[in-house]
């Protein structure tokens, strides 16, 4: 053997690290022979080994394993699982507390030789921060393991009241929850069990006690420093209360903490939390509470406080001295990149589930694709996020201990001026300064949540005179009417606000003079304060909505001008303040969904529900239905929607709802009388739904009921449905209908869905709910009345099953294409057409009536119906569409209509039809100045002269 001349290895390194490269030779002969030279590459080798103390005193205990990594070879398999494998056969068989710890601690110090190793050869630092959290993954699991083996063999197996087993549930916090660990790092640890109950051995004890003993064990596995080190140091301070609470909680006890004693910093420790070990069932339980306690629902601005206090506690960390090169906790550090994540994190992370990510480099992208922080800053962010966790991992790999200092001995500032590639200590120092200073201006930049201006004024909003709020109004140069100033004076003194607690108190008087400058100031809106006053009086006990309105300008901006333009939002609002979450993001305000999007959000909305909860159904399609009418509702007033899409969309929404409505009682009524002989549960059969009127047309409005028709399919008169509790299908069918109408029509907390409107089924409200095709066809045939076959003119399937959607539309172009006497038919309409006229026309001097009023909506449609059913039999076109826009279409074409009519009652009925949903948003009458739609009335009235009179 010929001992290796170590000039290779000392080539290129300092001369003050010289000695412990000879010393390694020395000590490793068999390491160093000569004869590997060729299979190594000697300047790495020397640079890594120079560079670690702690690499060259586990290269001398575990040489066959430097022998690998001299040769760079890199067999390991890093997943967690395969470690656990790997170390669970090495424990087989142990029964005793030292022998664990000691294969442990040699488990865990050979394979940080290799990370260590991995990592000063230059390896991605993504990739060593996964090393080292699968490594620690591994080595928990292991120890829990058995420890609960221990625990069982002592006391028994732990069993709930149920009899179910208990096991334990370790939850991963900070950087080893992340999947980031640090080198040196020690791990955050919460313990949790699931459920109360007792060890079913033969010394019985409670699953508290049992869990108690058995955490104790696991932690001394882990922490306890033995001849042979220590796997991780354990910290347990995280737990609820703290070091005063007990070691470990069961579910329901951990739960009752978060909900009513956490702290607000709690919640951003939780960020990162990451259930470890425990059974699948109870880690979905734990989970779920957890994100229900770090993310709320709506975009959480109420969290502002928090990060502010947060904020300057750091800030006040870094005047401590010498704490400018700590590269984890100095200005710009490590934590000031974590804290930018986080606190977007815990604001948005409620809507967004995306931005429940735990990884710091992935939420920065993340922020970067909403818009959140601008695409450099992720950039820069990440790039010297990983410059530092290098640069930490390195200072600790020195020597193994936890330490985020810059050496300040020369002989450890050589070691990482080597192993991070600088020439020189200075350089290290500077390229360091410069990223932590880039870092500390995106700080102070991005996490900008300053402290909302206090007011200047001296009013006492809580204890309001008359006096107070002139001088108030005065001072901004405005006043008021006495209507109004009893109306703000009111709002002060009643009772919600006066029940208000401090931090309510503290909003209110913030968003008073705000509200009252912009809707009496800068643009006087007398009746909008009002509205805007009574929704605050409903909604201020839920005092998240004020903070959110008081902190968030955008959505206070959005809710008064919409406020202004639509009472009927604030009517919504107030209805359901959730609502106001909507209007956080003007982009997505104003993104309207597409119909598949649509179905999508209503599917996610109810996957949580139960399928026998129907409180909780009828609730959430309350929600998605107050929520997409918004969006639509807000481009409309803002004009970027065209008057039909909204229609359409509106329409859509229905659809959706209607759908989803039949598809749920269908279910629920099979779950309680069986099925349809060859129907199954999960797929309506032999039913449909029709709708009539604006649902068929596919014109709704902000107000519209919903027209419709149920139908089922022809059945023998005995025949029965297939279950226990079996009945005939013409009950099935008719309690199926009723079961959808109770869907649609009870008010809830959030009101009804729709009205429902079944008048237009067979003989109206005395004919039976759901009717068979073939009475629905003969009665169609040989008894409606002309103005049932003009209802029929603009019906359509809506929901349900497809065989009798087809059946359905057989009859209806069969109905429609009946010869019919064109002056019989003409005079049942003008007939009918001036009953209903002087039934539902609203008088008032000076406007018109949309609706009814001559040369309105109704006169329009009544063309079109007249137009359809005169021409069907010889034009099949004619029953191809519902809504009255292309129908006046193809009336042109076929030259019923000539373009000029075409063309205008083609625009005044878009004129009308974008005026009704304004007056509908508007919570007005259908009514309309006469000189604002007069020339449109003029053009109507002609073309109905021309068709219906003159003809």
């Known amino acids: 053997m010929t001992i290796l001349d170590s000039s290779e290895l000392l080539a290129q390194l300092p001369s003050e690290l010289h000695a412990d490269i000879t010393h390694m030779v020395s000590e490793l002969p068999d390491l160093f022979d000569q004869r590997r030279l060729a299979e190594m590459d000697a300047h790495l080798a020397g640079r890594v080994l120079a560079s670690s103390s702690f690499i060259q005193r586990q290269a001398v205990r575990f040489p066959e394993i430097s022998e690998k990594l001299l040769q760079g070879v890199d067999p390991i398999n890093w997943c967690v699982d395969s470690l656990f494998e790997e170390l669970t056969g090495r424990v087989d068989g142990v029964t005793d507390e030292a022998t664990m710890m000691r294969l442990l ?27 080292l959290s699968a490594l620690a993954d591994a080595l928990i699991r292991c120890a829990v393991e058995w420890a609960y083996s221990m625990a069982c063999a002592r006391s028994g197996i732990p069993r709930d009241e149920q009899g179910k087993e208990q096991q334990l549930i370790v939850i991963g916090m900070g950087k080893l929850g992340a999947k980031e660990l640090n080198f040196s790092s020690d791990i955050d640890l919460i313990f949790c069990y699931p459920s109360r109950g007792e060890t079913d051995g033969t010394r019985s004890t409670s699953n508290e006690e049992f869990f108690t003993k058995m955490c104790r064990m696991v932690i001394r596995l882990l922490d306890k420093v033995t001849v042979d080190g220590f796997v991780f140091r354990v910290d347990t301070r995280l737990r609820p209360f703290g070091e005063s609470g007990a070691l470990v909680l069961n579910h329901d006890a951990m739960e009752i903490y978060y909900q009513s004693h956490a702290r607000e910093w709690e919640r951003y420790a939780m960020v990162k939390a990451r259930l470890i070990t425990g059974s699948k069932e109870g880690k979905a339980e734990l989970t779920t509470m957890i994100k229900a306690f770090v993310f709320r629902r709506y975009l959480d601005y109420g969290v502002f406080d928090s990060i502010r206090v947060m904020k300057r506690q750091i800030e006040a960390q870094l005047q401590k001295k010498g704490v400018e090169h700590n590269v984890k906790l100095g200005p710009g550090g490590i934590r000031e990149i974590e804290f930018i994540g986080q606190a977007f994190q815990l604001i948005r992370g409620g809507r967004d589930k995306a931005l429940q990510a735990r990884g710091i ?42 330490t985020h200092d810059l050496p300040t001995d020369t002989k450890n500032q050589l070691r990482l001026v080597l192993s991070m590639g600088f020439s020189s200590w200075l350089e290290l120092l500077e390229k360091t300064q410069q990223t932590m200073k880039r870092v500390h201006q995106y700080f102070d930049r991005l996490v900008d949540f300053d402290e909302p201006s206090e007011q200047t004024d001296n009013t006492d909003w809580l204890d309001l005179t008359e006096e107070g709020l002139d001088s108030f109004l005065a001072a901004k140069g405005g006043s008021v009417s006495e209507e109004t100033r009893k109306g703000i004076i009111h709002f002060c003194h009643s009772y919600p606000v006066r029940q208000l607690q401090e931090k309510g108190r503290q909003y209110i008087v913030r968003l008073l003079p705000m509200l009252l400058e912009r809707l009496l100031i800068v643009e006087p809106e007398e009746k909008t304060v009002l509205i805007f006053l009574a929704m605050l009086e409903k909604i201020c006990n839920r005092v998240a909505y004020l903070v959110l309105l008081v902190e968030s300008p955008s959505v206070f901006n959005q809710l008064t001008r919409l406020a202004i333009l639509s009472p009927w939002i604030v009517t919504q609002v107030t209805r359901s303040p959730i609502l106001l979450d909507e209007l956080i993001d003007p982009h997505s305000l104003y993104q309207v969904p597409s119909k598949d999007e649509l179905q999508a959000d209503l599917d996610n909305a109810l996957l949580s529900i139960d399928s026998d909860d129907i409180e909780a159904q009828m609730e959430a399609l309350r929600l998605f239905k107050q929520t997409s009418v ?6 409309d007033l803002t004009g970027t929607l065209p008057v039909m899409v909204v229609s359409d969309k509106l329409t859509e929404i229905a659809e959706v709802i209607v759908e989803k409505v039949v598809t749920l009682s269908w279910k629920s009524i099979c779950a309680q009388y069986g099925t349809p002989a060859n129907a199954s549960a999960q797929s309506v059969s032999g039913f449909a739904v029709i709708g009539f009127g604006k649902m068929g047309g596919i014109e709704l409005g902000f107000g519209s009921d919903l027209d419709v028709v149920f139908l089922h399919k022809e059945a023998q008169i005995d025949e029965m449905t297939v279950g226990d509790r079996a009945i005939s299908l013409g009950e099935f069918y008719m309690r199926l209908g009723r079961k959808i109408i109770t869907y649609m029509v009870t008010r809830t907390f959030s009101g009804l869905l729709y009205e429902m409107d079944l008048r237009l089924r067979p003989n109206g409200n ?15 045939r040989k008894n409606a009345w002309a103005w049932e076959h003009q209802a029929l003119v603009r019906a359509r399937f809506v929901a349900g099953c497809s065989d009798v959607a087809e059946r359905f539309n057989k009859i209806r172009s ?45 006169d329009i449609e009544f063309i079109v119906q007249f137009g ?23 009336l042109n074409k076929i030259g019923f209509l000539s373009t000029l009519q075409q063309q205008n009652l083609d625009g005044a009925y878009k004129a009308y039809r974008e005026a009704s949903h304004h007056a509908s948003l508007a919570e007005q009458p ?10 449109q009335v003029r053009q109507v009235a002609l073309v109905w002269d021309e068709i219906m009179i003159n003809n």
């Not at 450099?376 to 930490?392: I, P």
């Not at 005079?827 to 002087?838: D, H, I, Y």
């Not at 069907?872 to 826009?885: P, Q, R, V, W």
């Not at 259908?926 to 020339?935: G, K, L, R, S």
């Open 814 to 858: 069969e109905v429609l294409g009946l010869r019919r006497d064109i002056t019989t038919l003409r005079n049942e309409v003008v007939e009918m057409r001036e009953k209903m006229r002087s039934t539902l026309l609203t008088k008032k001097q000076g406007f018109f009536d949309l609706k009814h009023g001559v040369g309105g909506i109704v």
């Open 105 to 131: 601690r040699q488990f865990r110090n050979q394979y940080m030789l290799q990370i260590a190793w991995l990592d000063l050869a230059g390896a991605e630092v993504d990739s060593i921060l996964q090393y």
């Open 630 to 635: 918004l969006h639509v509702a807000a481009s």
């Open 868 to 890: 359809v059913l005169a021409n069907a039999n010889e034009h099949d076109s004619l029953l191809t569409y519902t809504d009255n826009i292309r129908l006046l279409h193809e």
């Open 926 to 935: 259908t009514m309309v100045p006469v000189d604002v739609v007069e020339e």
């Open 361 to 402: 480099l992935k939420v920065l992208g993340l922020l970067a694709d909403r818009n959140q922080i601008s695409p450099l800053a992720a950039q820069e962010l990440s790039e010297d996020y990983r410059y530092l966790r290098r640069l930490e991992n390195h200072i600790q790999e020195i020597d193994d201990r936890q």
């Open 766 to 780: 005395s004919g039976l709910l759901v009717s068979s095709e073939s009475s629905f066809e003969q009665y169609q």
